[in-house]
């Protein structure tokens, strides 16, 4: 028996840690799905005839296809949230970002800035930058990804400052998170769990996202720079 979840790599990287425990205790396979591409990629897959059991997104997505008859409503369950933090490569001096005058002067002083084009952080990025008001004068050394790569970015050297969710910055090799944004400018990103209703192992699906909120997952949640669920979405 197999279980397909698709889902962001914020929880790609949770179940590396403990997803084998879950297929131990219900003798199912995970078939973990994260694909770079975000919102855009998991629709053409949909689109393309693919299918899933468990998707596990921000609740965007999530509440359109719930809408849609494609995810159960009441499987609907907030799994992780995560604030973002500021990424430099391993070795490279960290800037202070404790406050928003040191966090506007490191990204003034810094000679490359990375955050996503697309899905939540770089709506959030975006506004948090043109709301402080440096968005103009920082716009010339800005890149955009439209792929989940912004860590991949800085431990390359490519870019010297990422701003991005805490788990991408914990998760990747050669990467050191400087600091979480200052408090009066950060913000969340929500991951919402649900199971489809063509899945063909329904009671699985359903066993597995109560996994992912339970006492196994949690340690693994808060080592990477997660909170749990049932925080409130924002």
């Known amino acids: 028996m197999e279980l397909t979840i698709w889902c962001a790599r914020a929880i790609k990287t949770v ?6 425990e879950f297929e131990c205790s219900s003798g199912c396979k995970l078939n973990v799905v994260s694909d770079p591409g975000l919102q855009s990629a998991y629709i053409k897959r949909l689109q393309a005839g693919e299918t ?5 997104f921000p609740p965007g997505l999530i509440d359109t296809w719930i809408k849609e008859g494609k995810i159960v409503a009441e499987t609907r369950t907030p ?4 604030g973002i933090g500021v990424a430099v490569r391993t070795g490279a001096p960290k800037p202070d970002v404790s406050t928003v005058d040191a966090f506007k002067r490191a990204l003034l002083a810094a000679k490359s800035i990375a955050y996503l084009n697309v899905g939540a952080s770089g709506v959030q990025v975006a506004d948090m930058l043109k ?18 790569m912004v860590s991949q970015m800085v431990a390359t050297d490519e870019i010297e400052l990422g701003l991005v969710i805490a788990t991408q910055i914990l ?4 990467v ?17 769990g649900g199971v489809s209703t063509g899945s063909a192992v329904p009671d699985a699906s359903r066993a597995l996202i109560r ?3 339970g006492p196994v997952c949690l340690p693994v949640i808060k080592a990477q720079g997660m909170e749990p669920g049932n925080m409130t979405e924002k």
Do not use: C, H, N, W
């Open 211 to 213: 996994f992912l909120t």
């Open 176 to 192: 050191d998170l400087a600091g979480m944004l200052p408090a009066e400018l950060q913000s969340y990103v929500t991951f919402v």
């Open 15 to 20: 179940l590396a840690e403990v997803g084998a």
């Open 79 to 82: 799994i992780v949230r995560a």
């Open 131 to 148: 709301r402080i008001g440096i968005a103009d004068a920082i716009a010339s050394k800005l890149a955009r990804p439209e792929a989940d």
């Open 171 to 174: 998760t990747t090799p050669g």
């Open 52 to 56: 899933f059991d468990v998707f596990v």
